[in-house]
């Protein structure tokens, strides 16, 4: 017998995390949390800054004390918070070249405080990812690495660092999108991977995230056929199920990536897909990214009370969802009374000479320099040139980068060019005559038009210097700077590096 359409279209809010524009709460929002909603996202275009982000919160909870408020905020490359500079705490493929794990923990801890303050709950992060194909599109320098005992090990340090700052960790993307070449946003990946593989790689991470207490973890929108050979991950009982639940011994919520991704609803259908992923084990549902408004809302709301009614989606499943996102939101307010004191990483960052922020500290240390070392530090002014690939949706197309206007600063009079690859010109060096040259890429070896102008370019000045802000996987010219990542700090650390004042 099911409850009272009141009470079902409560639930069914309950387990929704819609997004929303504006940079204070809309009034269909709060409308929603005096009649049920658990929990809302923030995305960038809700985000000016923390003091702003805090009145946005404290106006949410004048509402519903209890509402979870959720973020997708990496830091590295994935940012929300800081997408309007950069971030000031560079990512997980950095964090993993240092391989400190101390460090690590440190990093999501300086994170979490500065969430915990702004009234943020919960953190879709980290990334988990094992990135076994460095053709990857989607995830590169956002993994720690490839190798899945590092990963495991930052994984496990970044969850207990994030949640000592007072907000909950969310690892993801279960069961793994490392090794796929298809970024889920516009189609389902598969993974083809035997269970032995998964175990030794793909699975590591997340049973660590699950050791060190993540408090939840989001599904991916993979084909994982030896799991589940019909089903996505997220709408797959075996997977969230019986694997992730009764295998990996997960307790805490299970929250879908944006439902709204071409991967589920392509086949699926939105409300489909939402019904499907709950269905499945999902406890709650993710949308807004990219259709953030009531209406967005109200039928997936809608869908879920239909499917209860139709017998389609067991009302005990619904009501369990609810009671977990219920608990998230109890631990979380509990955290933030708890918030631990940063600790005192070690390594070079303890020297009291170093007063740098943990971020740029972690940054400097992540820079890598292959290469003659005469050929640095540059001899004056550069001529920077900046190949930019095309974006993923996950880092968004408002979060500036390069390391341009990091080097003007230490070396004024420096110039930079910019080049699309519809736009590069035959010699992207030329008008550089009498300064040194700086090649900017990011994942050099995933475009081939970004190679082949590097080329050129090194063929006209041998003596340019290439920088790497993505993953290094092709190393060229004769003095090489991997960065692994392209945040602000990142930047900055590579500046110091080029101009001899690190």
């Known amino acids: 017998m099911t409850a009272p359409n009141s009470a079902l279209t409560a639930l069914a809010a309950a387990v929704l995390q819609p997004g929303f524009v504006g940079t204070t709460p809309p009034p269909w929002v709060c ?44 830091a590295g490359d994935v940012t929300r918070f800081e997408s309007a500079r950069g971030s000031s705490r560079p990512g997980n493929l950095a964090l993993g070249v240092v391989d400190d794990p101390a460090l690590t923990e440190a990093v999501a801890h300086d994170l979490g405080t500065e969430l915990a303050a702004a009234g943020v709950t919960l953190n879709y992060a980290p990334d988990a990812d094992v990135n076994a194909d460095p053709g990857n599109p989607v995830i590169g320098v956002r993994a720690f690495g490839a190798d899945p005992a590092l990963v495991a090990r930052h994984t496990a340090a970044w969850v207990r ?10 690892a993801k993307h279960f069961p793994g999108h490392g090794d796929t070449r298809v970024d889920s946003h516009h189609d389902l990946p598969t993974i ?54 009764d295998e990996l011994g997960f307790e805490g919520v299970v929250v879908t990536d944006a439902i709204e991704m071409q991967a589920v609803t392509r086949r699926y259908g939105f409300a489909g897909a939402a019904v499907r992923a709950l269905a499945a084990g999902a406890d709650a549902i993710c949308v807004g990214g990219e259709h953030a408004d009531e209406e967005t809302a109200r039928h997936l709301r809608d869908a879920v009370v239909a499917a209860v009614v139709a017998g389609e989606l067991p009302e005990e499943r619904l009501a369990e969802a609810a009671k977990r996102v219920g608990h998230l939101a109890a631990w979380s307010a509990t955290a933030r009374a708890r918030r ?24 400097r240390r992540a820079v890598r320099v292959t290469g003659a070392p005469d050929g640095l530090p540059l001899a004056g002014a550069a001529h920077v040139v900046e190949f930019e690939p095309p974006r993923n949706i996950a880092i968004g197309p408002e979060t500036p980068w390069g390391i341009g206007v990091a080097l003007a600063e230490l070396l004024p009079g420096t110039r930079t060019v910019r080049f699309t690859e519809a736009e590069v010109p035959f010699d992207p060096t030329a008008g550089a005559a009498g300064r040194p040259v700086v090649l900017v890429v990011r994942d050099l070896h995933r475009h081939r038009w970004m190679g082949a102008a590097v080329g050129r370019a090194l063929a006209a000045r041998p003596d340019a210097v290439v920088v790497e802000l993505g993953v290094p ?17 990142s930047a900055r650390a590579a500046a110091e590096l080029l101009t001899g004042t690190a």
């Open 31 to 74: 409308r929603w949390l005096d009649e049920g909603l658990g929990s809302v996202v923030l995305f960038a275009r809700n985000i000016v800054d923390g003091a702003q982000v805090a009145q946005l919160t404290a106006a949410l909870r004048s509402v519903r004390p209890d509402v979870l408020v959720a973020v997708d905020e990496e």
């Open 161 to 170: 660092g994030l949640q000592a700052g007072g907000v909950a960790a969310c």
């Open 192 to 245: 083809h991977a035997d269970r032995a593989r998964l175990e030794r790689t793909e699975l590591l991470p997340f049973r660590a995230a699950v050791a060190a207490g993540v408090q939840a973890v989001m599904t991916g929108h993979l084909l994982v056929p030896a799991l589940d050979p019909a089903l996505p991950a997220t709408l797959s009982r075996r997977i969230l199920g019986t694997l992730l639940r």
């Open 340 to 363: 631990r004191p940063p600790a005192v990483h070690p390594g070079p960052a303890t020297a009291p000479a170093d007063r740098a922020p943990v971020g740029l500290t972690a940054a």
């Open 473 to 489: 996987a092709l190393v060229v010219g004769g003095v090489h700077l991997a960065t692994h990542g392209a945040t602000r700090v």
